[in-house]
Nanobody, 125 residues
Framework: QVQLVESGGGSVQAGGSLRLSCAAS????????MGWFRQAPGKEREFVAA????????DYTDSVKGRFTISRDNAKNTVYLVMNSLKPEDTAVYYC??????????????????WGQGTQVTVSS
């Protein structure tokens, strides 16, 4: 079992920045593809970013490319999401997820085996 705990969410004004962290316990994260997803009120959970086990390959949904950066520190068992130039439409609960069977960064929710409890990000205009 892997336990994931997100932190770093909060309320910012448009144009601001936040850094989300996802700390893991139970097993080493180096064996997992990691992803970030988000869910806004009344909407389905959607893919944001993913990173391979080594951190060498990343993938982003188009709406965050150039603004968000996913990274990982396997020694610290932690994954990060740096969010710059935030927009009101980025407002959502952000979840990190770990996938054991995925070969590379995947956008498919069902490929992830473990999920955190989420952290709220609110961007005001």
């Amino acid at each position: 079992q892997v336990q994931l705990v997100e932190s770093g969410g909060g309320s910012v004004q448009a144009g601001g920045s936040l850094r989300l962290s996802c700390a893991a316990s139970g097993r080493t994260l180096r064996n997992y593809v990691m992803g970030w997803f988000r869910q806004a009120p009344g909407k389905e959970r959607e893919f944001v970013a993913a990173i391979t086990r080594s951190g060498g390959v990343t993938d982003y949904t188009d709406s965050v490319k150039g603004r968000f950066t996913i990274s990982r520190d396997n020694a610290k068992n932690t994954v990060y999401l740096v969010m710059n130039s935030l927009k009101p439409e980025d407002t959502a609960v952000y979840y990190c997820a770990a996938g054991a069977g995925a070969a590379g960064p995947t956008r498919t929710r069902s490929r992830y085996d473990y999920w955190g409890q989420g952290t709220q990000v609110t961007v005001s205009s």
